[in-house]
Nanobody
Framework: QLQLAESGGGLVQAGGSLRLSCTAS????????MGWIRQAPGKERELVAG????????RYADSVEGRFTVSRDNDKSMIFLQMNDLKPEDTAVYYC?????????????????WGRGTQVTVSS
């Protein structure tokens, strides 16, 4: 299992930007797809973005397509989520999560290691 720690959340006005970071500790980071998953109060968890273990492919939820960008640095065992044009509906706790080694990353249930989350609040 990986240990994951998110940072970079905060309060921002609508239209603003934030960049989330996630640092992983463990030897299997570079073999795992990673994802950013969010959960708003009273709502189900949503897979916002996923990135393949080599960074070759990325996936986004329709709700963030064109506004969010996921990336990774395998040398530093980190992933990032650049969030632009933020909207109040983006308000949620954002979790960094890791899938099983060389496995799919299409659904929330594919992710087996989770960070504690970081709060993102977008005011209108």
């Amino acid at each position: 299992q990986l240990q994951l720690a998110e940072s970079g959340g905060g309060l921002v006005q609508a239209g603003g930007s934030l960049r989330l970071s996630c640092t992983a500790s463990g030897h299997t980071f570079s073999s795992r797809a990673m994802g950013w998953i969010r959960q708003a109060p009273g709502k189900e968890r949503e897979l916002v973005a996923g990135i393949k273990w080599d960074g070759d492919r990325v996936r986004y939820a329709d709700s963030v397509e064109g506004r969010f960008t996921v990336s990774r640095d395998n040398d530093k065992s980190m992933i990032f989520l650049q969030m632009n044009d933020l909207k109040p509906e983006d308000t949620a706790v954002y979790y960094c999560a890791a899938a099983r080694p060389h496995n799919r990353y299409h659904f929330v249930s594919d992710f087996v290691s989770w960070g504690r989350g970081t709060q993102v609040t977008v005011s209108s």
